[in-house]
């Protein structure tokens, strides 16, 4: 949809989410930067979780980047210095310093070719819980982006996905 705007020479326009948030402090009217990366492929890998962050949750909270290239690498960034908008490697870092990052992962999808059918995934809830990281508590407010290799996408061979906010709750 965004394409068929621009090609009609709409240079600036709003676009609104009707559907709400993780976040109950975001009412309806709440300004938020929408920010992608359309990879190599012609595909904007998208953020999605399901679930909720929770302190001792055994339930998932799965954080998840859609569309991505098919058998690359990639991983998580998070971080809980708030939102941010930074040129990074082509792309727009929407996670304010200090940043951490998960292990890496392998994207799947098809077994041949290159397409758009990789997907990550990572269980927030169990890395809360493995205490890895000190600062992730109830109360704390964390935002995530995905990261992956793109081959050819200039100027250094990677991708961002949009990003997450979501505050850990009890």
């Not at 309806?28 to 920010?35: F, H, K, N, R």
């Not at 859609?66 to 998070?78: A, C, I, P, Q």
């Not at 809980?80 to 870092?93: L, S």
């Not at 077994?111 to 269980?123: E, L, Q």
Request: one cysteine or more.
């Amino acid at each position: 949809a965004v394409r068929a705007i621009v090609s009609l020479g709409t240079r600036a326009f709003v676009l609104t989410n009707a559907a709400g948030g993780v976040r109950p402090e975001w009412k309806p009217g709440t300004l938020m930067a929408i920010s992608d990366h359309i990879n190599l492929q012609g595909c904007t890998p998208l953020i999605a979780w399901k679930g909720m962050p929770r302190v001792g949750n055994p339930a998932p909270f799965t954080i998840e980047a859609l569309k991505v290239r098919n058998l690359k690498s990639g991983l998580l960034f998070y971080g809980t210095g708030g939102a941010a908008a930074v040129p990074f490697q082509g792309g727009t870092m929407c996670v304010a310093q200090p940043v951490r990052r998960t292990v890496l992962q392998s994207s799947g999808g098809s077994a041949a070719g290159n397409d758009c059918t990789g997907h990550f995934s990572y269980d927030f809830n169990a890395y809360i819980a493995g205490g890895a990281d000190p600062a992730l508590i109830a109360g704390q407010d964390v935002r995530a982006e995905y990261w992956s290799r793109d081959p050819g996408s200039p100027p250094l061979n990677t991708n961002l996905s949009n990003a997450v906010g979501f505050v850990i709750g009890s």
